[in-house]
């Protein structure tokens, strides 16, 4: 699986958007990028996933560059509940289940 | 639906008694995992389960740690014995196969800690 490299902590106003990067320079042409959420004492949360364009749903947008070698989580509207470490994987689609490998994440503090 | 859901929430023992975690996942859920939680090593991946078959377990730390998965409803790691290296929050996920939602549904964790 391709390494990603992700700031250790940023920091958010209530209400801006929060844009999380991540860099995935050696990702191959069949890994998707995923990005959960853990919010303290919590189990880690699925964000959204992508391989080439950009999605968006309810929770979140996320962009990802053409030539894939990074993206960027964006909240719209972060409020304090989005308060939480981001964990950018990048790993190929398995038919029989994905093993997802979590890395040190981003601690996003979204402050009033 | 009810989430997966783990047992003990917590959990407190004394180094070299036997612990048990429990795990029920989504149910029509056919993969299952292990994770365990430190501040040191963060989220480590310790097995997983496809069809209640162990794929899997190079995360698995040593001989102590063992797994089952005895039904698709079912699955407990075992500690035994156990030590204050152990001391961590084990996380349980489960996820549909065949469609890429990419998504592993998380429980809320067994917070175990090893006197």
């Known amino acids: 699986d391709a390494k990603t490299t992700q700031p250790p902590s940023m920091d958010c106003a209530e209400g801006r958007a929060a844009n999380l990067p991540c860099n995935h320079s050696t990702i191959s042409g069949n890994e998707y990028v995923y990005w959960y959420r853990q919010i303290h004492s919590q189990g880690p949360q699925y964000i959204i996933h992508?391989?080439?364009n950009n999605e968006t749903n309810e929770m979140a947008s996320l962009i990802i560059t053409e030539d894939r070698k990074s993206s960027t989580l964006i909240l719209p509207h972060a409020t304090l509940r989005d308060t939480a470490v981001y964990y950018c994987?990048?790993?190929?689609?398995?038919?029989?289940?994905?093993?997802?490998?979590f890395g040190g994440g981003t601690r996003l503090m979204v402050k009033p | 639906d009810a989430g997966v859901i783990q047992s003990p929430r917590h959990e407190v023992t004394e180094m070299g008694q036997e612990v048990t975690l429990r795990c029920k996942p989504i149910s029509g859920h056919n993969s299952l995992f292990w994770y365990r939680q430190t501040m040191m090593r963060g989220l480590e991946l310790l097995i997983y389960f496809n069809n209640n078959v162990p794929i899997d377990d190079s995360g698995m730390p040593e001989d102590r740690f063992s797994a089952k998965m005895p039904n698709a409803s079912f699955s407990t790691l075992k500690i035994q014995p156990s030590e204050p290296r152990d001391s961590a929050v084990y996380f349980c996920a489960s996820s549909p196969t065949g469609m890429n939602t990419g998504e592993l549904f998380f429980g809320e964790g067994s917070r175990l800690t090893v006197l």
């Open positions: 994987i990048v790993r190929v689609f398995h038919n029989a289940g994905n093993m997802l490998t």
């Open positions: 992508g391989l080439k």
